[in-house]
């Protein structure tokens, strides 16, 4: 039969929507331009979508913190805590409340279900409180509510430090609160604060002898103070044809300021502040300690603007100022973490003296985009194990068709998480692995069947590559769709693993989709452009029973399946290799585990003294600890806080570690030279923690 006579309408068969479909992407040139269109968004989803370390959780989260002076932990409990709690509970969507009551304060936190929109669970509990004023006992001096997020965990921390003794707390501390101010300026920079060091302060030290000889009292020097600094407008005269306006005050700018302030006046002679005490200009009283120490591996410790700091040396430590800088809520982490990073480095040498050194102690962008770099490298080494399996068993040209599909699926996919709000991070990624060898299944049929229908040659090239999808396209849609229903399920997690798992829930399904459309469309055109110099390439008649394949596949399965009674073996080979399998989770032969260990390169120990405690005990432990882990050849550095909470991460957050603030406490944080770089595995730094954490 000729090509014209195949080619006649009238002769071909009656073909249904779906063949319409293919043969329209086939001989037209939609296809090109969907693979084209497809690359490119994919391309702008990738630079666009925010990346960061872990899916965003929206669980409302609100500390309501109560001052009550004078009274003991049991009155704040039954006075303030308990009426407070049972008001919470009242809230429509409160799925817990728990709270702390301690020598004149208390704090309740309220936790909202997960999904709930946090402006209206923060407008129910301050309207719940503010309704309830007059239950509120007279003692309680101060009140207020603060949100809670997962975007208030520091992407960046930035700490300050000098080997030089010119550039003390105070100086550090100077430093870094208008360093801070300027950071705050830059594009999508959150919640900003500086931690340690200590701030400026006029100490006034009364003399005894000085008040008895002068008549003078504390209260008349706290009131004459109180009056002399201050600054208010009080009103305007007009001269010269000029509005001026008239101020009372300053403040004080000075000490001499200070020590002028006149007190009284005695025989009408003045008593003034500096005739009766010894006023100081200077740090304010030590209230906790921050240290940065440094490890055998600082020549790796992360700096701004210089490689290392030929200053620091294994086992010193010196005074530091820690910069917390958080993101905005959707904003890349990556993108921030490098602005902050590089704003810093253009102040150095302004703002910044040259002999103070800023080390990067936290890098969330970078760790989160290594990690995600990182599944992209997987990504890219299964994708490249699959178009050489293809290559091996289909052939070059099939192969290249096939792989065509996975950037197309792939980009259409991080297009729709960029639409619908999702970000790439390492949950995103790794459902698009698991998604891998899935969504090449359909273009792996439509294209060995092509292959098989241009070998027989029954038909013409473009109504054997329809006659070919139409005989798989029924099976390879349902397939589709029954991989799509199984994962569905995952949408109705409940609690804060539904929101975590939801890239996965999303992912998944939308890729099947995705490579259901590419095998409707770019596969065909793909197969019929390049697999045409198949048909007819050998005269020989194809037959199916001779390929290799076929002979190989007979002589094994069919060994098996000959006899009643070899079926039968073979069944309970399988059925006993499955319950051993199964038995494998079950019984914990094999660790289950929802993701991979995580590769953390830092440490934070959590000291917990004695309470009553002096602040130069907790330092002694700390300083203990630090000494120990200047032994440590993976530390880089590590600081150490006593008397305050470092700046939180998502642990602390969920502990409120960050409210740890007494001469008892304090916690030190690590950081190790990254996994890539020691010979050391994942599962042992937990083992160091235990180690440092029994002292």
Not at 121 to 140: E, R, Y
Not at 599 to 620: C, F
Not at 630 to 645: K, M
Not at 648 to 673: C, I, P, Q, S, T
Request: charged share 20%; net charge negative.
């Amino acid at each position: 039969m000729s090509e014209q006579n195949h080619s006649n309408p009238s002769a071909a068969p009656q073909r249904g929507l779906t063949a319409k479909i293919v043969k329209l992407f086939t001989i037209s040139q939609l296809s090109p331009l969907f693979l084209i269109g497809a690359l490119l968004a994919g391309m702008a989803a990738l630079l666009l979508t925010p990346r960061e370390e872990d899916p965003q959780i929206i669980v409302p989260v609100m500390d309501v913190l109560v001052e009550y002076p004078g009274a003991a932990a049991e009155e704040v409990e039954k006075l303030v805590t308990t009426p407070l709690e049972t008001l919470l509970k009242q809230i429509d969507s409160v799925e817990y409340v728990y709270s702390a009551s301690m020598p004149g304060r208390a704090i309740a936190t309220v936790r909202y279900y997960v999904g709930e929109d946090r402006e209206d669970s923060l407008v129910k509990t301050w309207s719940k409180v503010m309704s309830n004023q007059d239950i509120i006992p007279a003692g309680v001096t101060r009140w207020s509510v603060k949100p809670i997020s997962i975007d208030d965990v520091p992407i960046v921390m930035l700490t300050l430090s000098s080997a030089s003794p010119l550039n003390d707390e105070m100086a550090l501390r100077r430093i870094a609160d208008e360093l801070v101010s300027r950071l705050r300026g830059v594009d999508n920079v959150a919640k900003s604060w500086v931690v340690g060091g200590a701030r400026r302060q006029i100490t006034i030290n009364p003399i005894p002898a000085a008040l008895i000889a002068r008549d003078v009292s504390l209260a008349e020097i706290i009131a004459a103070l109180q009056a002399t600094n201050i600054n208010v407008q009080v009103g305007s005269i007009a001269s010269g044809n000029r509005d001026i306006d008239l101020e009372a005050g300053p403040y004080f700018t000075s000490v001499e300021e200070v020590g002028a302030t006149i007190l009284k006046s005695v025989d009408g002679r003045p008593v003034y502040l500096r005739d009766v005490a010894r006023i100081q200009d200077g740090p304010e009283d030590q209230q906790h300690y921050t240290r940065i120490g440094f490890g055998p591996a600082v020549q790796d410790m992360k700096l701004v603007g210089q490689e290392l700091d030929p200053s620091a040396q294994p086992g010193e430590e010196r005074a530091m100022v820690t910069i917390a800088i958080a993101k905005r809520q959707g904003s890349n982490a990556v993108q921030v973490a490098e602005d902050v990073i590089a704003f810093t480095e253009s102040e150095m040498g302004s703002i910044i003296p040259d002999d103070v050194s800023v080390t990067i102690t936290r890098d969330y962008g970078e760790t989160a985009d290594h990690k995600v770099n990182e599944l992209v490298k997987h990504l890219l080494l299964a994708i490249a194990i699959i178009v050489v399996l293809l290559a091996i068993s289909l052939g070059p040209k099939e192969s290249l068709i096939v792989s065509i599909a996975v950037p197309v699926t792939f980009a259409i996919t991080l297009l729709c998480d960029l639409i619908f709000g999702y970000t790439i991070n390492r949950v995103t990624m790794f459902a698009l692995i698991l998604s891998l060898g899935l969504l090449v299944n359909d273009p792996i049929v439509d294209v060995e069947n092509i292959y098989r229908h241009y070998k027989l040659k029954k038909e013409p090239p473009l109504q054997a590559l329809l006659t070919a999808v139409d005989e798989v396209r029924p099976p390879t849609i349902l397939a589709t769709f029954a991989v799509i229903v199984s994962f569905l399920p995952m949408l109705f997690i409940t609690g804060m693993m539904g929101p975590y798992m939801a890239p996965m829930a999303f992912n998944v399904p939308i890729a099947m989709l995705v490579s259901l459309i590419v095998a409707f469309t770019i596969t065909p055109w793909a197969s019929y452009k390049l697999l045409q110099s198949e048909y007819g390439k050998s005269e020989e008649q194809f037959e199916l029973r001779k390929t290799r394949v076929y002979r190989f596949y007979q002589a094994t399965l069919g060994y098996l399946i000959a006899t009643p009674g070899r079926s039968r073996l073979f069944l309970l080979i399988v059925l006993a290799a499955f319950a051993g399998s199964a038995m494998l989770a079950a019984t914990r032969a094999v660790p289950l585990k929802l993701l991979p260990f995580d590769n953390k390169n830092e440490l934070q120990l959590v000291i917990d003294m004695p309470a009553g405690s002096t602040l130069e005990q907790t330092e002694e432990v700390a300083r203990a600890l630090g000494q120990f882990l200047a032994t440590v050849n993976e530390v880089t550095d590590y600081q150490s806080y006593v008397g305050l909470a470092s700046p939180m991460d998502f642990n602390g957050m969920v502990r409120h570690y960050y409210l740890r603030r007494d001469n008892f406490v304090g916690d030190l944080r690590v950081n190790l030279l990254p996994r890539s770089s020691v010979n050391r595995t994942p599962i042992r730094l937990p083992c160091v923690s235990a180690t440092l954490s029994r002292p």
